[in-house]
C-alpha cells in the first residue's frame, strides 16, 4: 500500500524560494526545521494537507496547504519569516460534529455544527466565538466571515481559550471541515 493509498500526507522543503537550495522530506509532525534546513522559503505537496506554521512548535501565523507547489508562499501570504514547523492532518472519513461556544470555557450561547459555516452572524446570530469542542473531524477557523483572514486549525478536542493557544485574534466568524474532496 502506498503512502496516498494510506491517507498520508507527502511533503518537501526547500531553503530558498522556487524549490531552490537543499531539501527536506516530510510525512509527519515536525515542531522544528533547523535540524534539517536553516531555512525554508519554498515548498511542494505531493501528497495530503499540512498545516504549516512561521515559528517552532506549531506556534505564530499558521497556513493550510494541501497539493501543490509553493514557490513563494511568504510573498503569497505576507510571512516576514519562513516556515519552522509543521503538522500533517490525517484524513478522516466519517461524520464531522463540533460544538461552538460565544464565551471562553464553554460559556454564553452553544451551538452544535455538522457541516461548514460561512458566517457566524448569519446563521446562529451569534457575535464571537471564543471555545469550541471538536467531538469529530479536523476543521479550520476563520477570522473573519466566508474563510477569509488568518485561520487556525482544531483536531478533535476541547478548545476552552483561544488566547491561551497562541490566537492574537478576537474571534472566529466562519469555520471549515477538512475534508480529502478539497
Known amino acids: 500500500m502506498t503512502t496516498t493509498e494510506m491517507g498520508m500526507g507527502r511533503v518537501t522543503f526547500y531553503e530558498d524560494r522556487n524549490f531552490q537550495g537543499r531539501s527536506w522530506e516530510c510525512m509527519s509532525d515536525c515542531s ?23 515559528r517552532p512548535n506549531y506556534m505564530g501565523n499558521q497556513y493550510f496547504m494541501r497539493r501543490g507547489d509553493y514557490a513563494d508562499y511568504m510573498s503569497m501570504w505576507g510571512w516576514n519569516s519562513g516556515i519552522r514547523s509543521c503538522r500533517m ?25 455538522m457541516d461548514d459555516c460561512d458566517n457566524i ?8 466565538c471564543m471555545s469550541c469542542n471538536v467531538m469529530d473531524g479536523h476543521w479550520l477557523m476563520y477570522e473573519q ?3 477569509r483572514g488568518r485561520m487556525m486549525y482544531f483536531r478533535p478536542g476541547e478548545y476552552r481559550n483561544f488566547m491561551n493557544m497562541g490566537w492574537s485574534g478576537s474571534r472566529f466568524m466562519s469555520m471549515r471541515r477538512i475534508m480529502d474532496m478539497w
Open 32 to 54: 522544528d526545521f533547523s535540524s534539517y534546513l536553516s531555512r525554508c522559503h519554498s515548498c511542494r505537496v505531493q501528497s495530503g494537507c499540512f498545516m504549516v506554521y512561521d
Open 89 to 113: 492532518i490525517p484524513m478522516y472519513r466519517g461524520q464531522y460534529r463540533m460544538r461552538i461556544y460565544e464565551r471562553e470555557n464553554f460559556g454564553g450561547q452553544m451551538y452544535e455544527m
Open 121 to 128: 452572524m448569519d446563521r446562529y446570530r451569534m457575535n464571537n
Open 145 to 147: 466571515p466566508h474563510y
